[in-house]
């Protein structure tokens, strides 16, 4: 993938809820995370750029009626990431310069009247292994948002770090001597920046590198249980525990019930039959389009049907998600349906597990809101690497004509790319995720319809030839030996 801007997906798919274990810290214990799929209208908000000097992806949610979350999570992205979001000058320079970040967010809870969302950054360019984490957090009964530390009662503040002290006794690199005084009110200020619940009720802290423990030691994770943690909190501090343990999966903010979701697809897909196309007797080209479905994804679908064009989609899980009927949509109409990871980080900087997490989320939205797995993969940014081809368990395909829709937001240019550019067999790489983008498609396909062009799906362009897990594809060489 190259890169998203400002992606904002409706979430139109049916309720669901999970508890994801973290356990790079080396414990048992199971954070309460949820996929609030019974949130109507939620938005995930998503921004990347490929440049080679300033490489980077970011996402978070907006929660309908959450406006201050939505603020302050925009915020906490912005200042790690000045140039998120913008759709000019998107290189990096100065304090910017050579970024290499990922930040990827979790619901820890969305339901009742608390929401609670954890941001946690990947930065590849740092010391140790870059990864930090901070969790946010809104009242529903006064509309605020709010940090970590409101979960917790103002008169308990002894009792804290007492508790967090005797959790992180005998960790290694924590220094028992000087821990309560690591855990004075200055680090509770500015370090205590990460609480959750597991899904039995304790109290977790997750605590940066070099905040709780000697650097060497790495992040740091203090759970105090869940008898201790209660009378620790503050009611906001109870009522998300509460969420944690006995989760409702129905969101009310100011007493209002979110609407019911539309009912989850009990049977699968089944696609209108392709005409039959032989690519290697005539003119085929594959279009692709990535990083959606985004709000331009159905207009882009109409346009397709209007040109009786099929196309090969490589969706982001956590849109998949929160997207569901339009993905299914997408099926319906006969396109193909490919991976492209669950949040979109650079999966040659991910372990094995978390490429496999990557993919295993992504393919199960897609399952869910069609009735058939993807069976292509696409690795965001196209970046491969050894690891991620003995992951992938799919072919991997890339692409021959990049439109660079993600730098130039000009409909004339992006058409005029693949115009010019375009050859039989061809793959080619375009972005559902911007209007620009979008707009630029009728003009792709009625000046290829002129030339004899058949816009086919990626396995169609391929034929009978099979595609081998782990091998890399950018276009049909055969299909280009016919011009």
Known sequence: MA???????????????????????????????VTPTWISDLRIVGDSSDDESCSWSASYP???????????????????????????????????????????FEFLAAAGDVIGVQLTTFDYSGAGDGISSASYWFDGRTRQSVPSTALIAEDATDRLVTAFAKALSGKAGVQGDGLKDALGSEFRAGKLNDLSFTTGGALVADLDRGTAAVPPAGRVRAVIPAAEATALLSDLGRRAQEQAVRP????????????????????PVTPPPAAEVNCQEVKC????????????TAQLLDTLAQHDARATFFVVGQNATYNAALVRRVAEAGH???????????????????????????????????????????????AMN?????????????WSVDTEDWKFHDSAKVAQTVISTVKPGDIVLIHDIHQTS????????NALKERDY??????????????????????????????
């Open 336 to 382: 193909e349906i490919g991976n492209h990871s669950w949040s979109h980080p650079d999966l040659t900087k991910q372990t094995e597990e978390q490429i496999r997490e990557q993919l295993s989320r992504t393919e199960q939205a897609v399952k869910t809101a069609t009735g058939h797995a993807p069976t292509l993969v696409r690795p965001p940014y196209g």
């Open 438 to 445: 979008v707009a630029a498609v009728p003009a792709i396909l």
């Open 248 to 267: 409702t999966n129905r969101l009310t903010i100011g007493d209002t019930p979110a609407p019911p979701p539309p009912p989850a697809p009990t049977s």
């Open 454 to 483: 058949h816009f086919v799906t990626t396995s169609q362009l391929f034929g009978t030839t099979p595609l081998a897990a782990g091998t890399t594809y950018s276009s049909n060489p055969a299909a280009a030996d016919r011009s």
């Open 386 to 398: 050894d690891k991620v081809r003995a992951n992938a368990g799919k072919p991997l395909v890339l």
């Open 285 to 296: 080209v594959a279009l692709t389009f990535d990083d959606g479905p985004g709000p331009f």
């Open 3 to 33: 890169a998203a801007t400002l992606v904002v997906v409706a979430c139109l798919s049916a309720c669901s809820e999970s508890a994801a274990p973290q356990d790079s810290f080396g414990d048992s214990e199971e954070i309460r995370t």
């Open 62 to 104: 907006a929660v309908p009626g959450a406006d201050a979350l939505t603020a302050t999570l925009r915020s906490a992205v912005e200042t790690r990431l000045p140039v998120f979001g913008r759709s000019e000058n998107r290189g990096c320079s100065g304090e910017t310069a050579n970024l290499d970040v990922d930040i990827d």
